[in-house]
């Protein structure tokens, strides 16, 4: 294609040259040069036209315009939902209907990844899986925007996961673990909460007092806000690490915390 626009260039100098000649010979001729000059100006918008639009059909054919899947299951049956390995920016809340429900945002730009649950008939375990929307082959969760919403009572399992995670308002247990993480947990009323973190942040707030909590860090850093309107039975585990316990103690009392910090920093505060 660049060679059709410098032969046309070339043929835009010749007519140029061959115009001036005749226009000393000949003055009337001179409108002819105008023709002749938009010529070339008429190829090339159809030369950037084309291209536009084999773009366009390249762009539609090979990078599928973005947009967000989702899927939804009942809650009869299930007890807690797992998502293991996923890896992003992931958002789970609790919802004011009976389905869970779960969407993921593209990935860079691209097709998202499609979504399907799997329920544990045994365990009532519903687990969060994701497929290629091309082949239908199951694939590892890619690293995007993921939404979960949870109805009341629902418990999650969130294992060896990567990225930033912002829970709200979960009321079942929650059980979570992950690697260069930053976590964000809001408005809990869950019974029981278990974080491993290695590498990164978590940040716990309790809008109700949690049967146990059982925390363990490794090269990170925890901080837990707990009512403070009841005792905790707390236990600690450090090596090279730090503990800060600033809520009501009682070695009698139901219920548990532990606190394990490796190389790490956890802090026990009150709301």
Known sequence: MPYSVCNDEVGVRGAMATENATEQEQQTEAPAVTRTRAKPLLASAAIVLGLGIAAMIW?????PAPGAVSTSHGADGVTAVALSDFSGNLTVL?????QIAATAQPVSGDRAPGLEFHLNASTHLLTLACYDQNGGQAIPCPATQYKISLPAGMGLNLIGFTGQATLTDLSGPVDLSGKSVYVDAQGLK???????????????????????VDVAVTSAQATLH?????????RQ???SG???VSIPQSNAATRTVLAAANSGEISLLTN
């Open 59 to 63: 762009h539609a054919g090979h990078h």
């Open 94 to 98: 609790a919802g004011g209907s009976a």
């Open 190 to 212: 869950t019974p029981s909460f278990t974080a491993t973190v290695t590498s990164g942040t978590l940040n716990a707030a309790f809008a109700q007092a949690p049967a146990k």
């Open 226 to 234: 707990l009512p403070g309107t009841v005792s905790y039975a707390v």
């Open 237 to 239: 585990q450090t090596t």
């Open 242 to 244: 730090y503990v800060q």
